[in-house]
Nanobody, 115 residues
Framework: VQLVESGGGLVQPGGSLRLSCAAS????????LSWYRQAPGKGRELIAH????????NYSDSVKGRFTISRDNAENTTYLQMNSLNPEDTGVYFC?????????WGQGTQVTVSS
């Protein structure tokens, strides 16, 4: 089982990034997916969720209107489009696959928003 995030990096305030999370080794289309982030010195924060079908999405107030979660079940990949980034968005971003069975975490990708 693997969840591999990519797409992080350094971006200026107001900029955009698109994170990807590629999955393998489990029935991806049966799993809900979430993105969490962990800011320096803080715990993990749930910021976005998408249902297995992709029809239902939810966002934290801190990212609503700026971030968009999506998934491609044919490619076993979930995405997080992040726009209007600000320094408070800095942190390690993790994807999380969960269902009634085992749950899986990715290793995380660093996002730094700084001028």
């Amino acid at each position: 089982v693997q969840l591999v995030e990519s797409g992080g990096g350094l971006v200026q305030p107001g900029g955009s990034l698109r994170l990807s999370c590629a999955a393998s080794g489990f029935p991806f289309s049966n799993y809900d997916l979430s993105w969490y982030r962990q800011a320096p010195g803080k715990g993990r924060e749930l910021i976005a969720h998408i249902s297995a079908s992709g029809r239902i999405t939810n966002y934290s107030d801190s990212v609503k209107g700026r971030f968009t979660i999506s998934r491609d079940n044919a490619e076993n990949t979930t995405y997080l489009q992040m726009n209007s980034l600000n320094p408070e968005d800095t942190g390690v971003y993790f994807c999380y696959a969960h269902s009634e069975g085992p749950a899986y975490w990715g290793q995380g990708t660093q996002v730094t928003v700084s001028s």
